[in-house]
DNA sequence: ATTGAGACCTGTCGGC
DNA sequence: TGCCGACAGGTCTCAA
């Protein structure tokens, strides 16, 4: 999503919505009421991020809330507008910049979200309100996540999967930070901390690996790098661990509902 | 309060 | 080629 942001930025920060439609009446959820009224006339003030919400401030006070689900996508037309494009049966919400870009939303699973909120209400968005630390911020470090792993009876991975623990770390990447710390996704969180709730050597090594793989994944978002690229875990199925010297063989479980990719070897 | 299972949608891919 | 099930990068709700 940071990666989103940095794209959509130049489009739409100090840019008016000047038109907005909306193809169908909802993604997951409705679209607010008068949804298309509270767009339309508005300057986007400023382009935010929070965990993997997209926050656009606007200039009626307002802040346009948008999440991606798993499907979602941003397409971008700068001017002039492409002749006789008939778009996409996913482009659910189309932004008519007055630049004459247009900003179109694609959803095909529409497990994505666009909703408004006020600002100083934020908090009380019904999960934006409860996110823990932004991973790359200096308020998560090895602990503030030992902290929250504490009491935690669940498998380390998918507590990095409760976006209280960390807000805005994925599937992938909570495999991928799992391998890069050399921890196994299945012992308990609370392993990484000690009883009394300080951080332990695998906790230093977590928080920064998340650190490290979230970092390098907008890097290479920033350079278009990553066509062909894969991960150095995940979807790595039954493949040699890229671990240099492990030798390891990539294995696949199921936990919680997700598919977490691990090397038995080196991660423990 | 925490946890797991199922739900929400559509598209894609592999197997037959 | 067509059909079918499994699976997909994320939440949300509900029941135990």
Redesign the pocket.
């Known amino acids: 999503m940071e990666s989103v942001r940095r794209a959509l930025d130049p489009w739409l920060t100090g840019a008016r919505i000047v038109d907005a439609e909306l193809r169908r009446p909802d993604l ?1 959820l409705p679209f607010p009421p008068r949804f298309r009224a509270r767009l339309v006339g508005h300057t986007v003030r400023a382009l935010r991020r929070r ?2 919400y997209l926050l656009a401030e606007l200039s009626s006070g307002e802040t346009l809330v948008v ?1 991606l ?3 979602g996508s941003f397409r971008i037309d700068p001017p002039p507008p492409a002749a006789g494009a008939t778009g996409d ?2 482009d659910h919400v189309v932004l008519h910049m007055e630049s004459g870009a247009t900003i179109t939303f694609n959803d ?4 994505g ?1 666009m909703v408004l909120a006020d600002p100083v209400q934020l908090h009380l968005h ?2 934006v309100g409860r996110l823990g630390p932004e991973p790359l911020s200096d308020a998560f470090d090895a602990a503030a996540l030992a902290r929250a792993c504490w ?5 380390l991975k ?2 990095l ?3 209280r623990v960390v807000a ?1 770390l ?3 990447y909570a495999s991928e930070a799992l391998h890069g710390a050399r921890l196994s996704p299945f012992r308990r969180a609370s392993t990484i901390a000690t009883a009394s709730g300080a951080p332990r050597r695998s906790a230093h090594a977590l928080a920064r690996a998340i650190k490290t793989v979230l970092a390098a994944a907008i890097d290479r978002a920033a350079m278009a790098d990553y066509r062909g690229r894969r991960f150095r875990v995940y979807d790595r199925e039954g493949e040699r661990c890229l671990r240099r010297g492990c030798g390891g063989v990539v294995k696949r479980r199921s936990q ?4 977490t990719f691990y090397c038995p070897v080196c991660q423990r």
């Open positions: 997951r965990a993997k999440h689900g798993m499907s049966k996913h095909p699973r529409r497990f979200q019904p999960a009491k935690k009876r669940a498998a998918v507590a999967l409760d976006q805005g994925g599937n992938i919680a509902g997700r598919s």
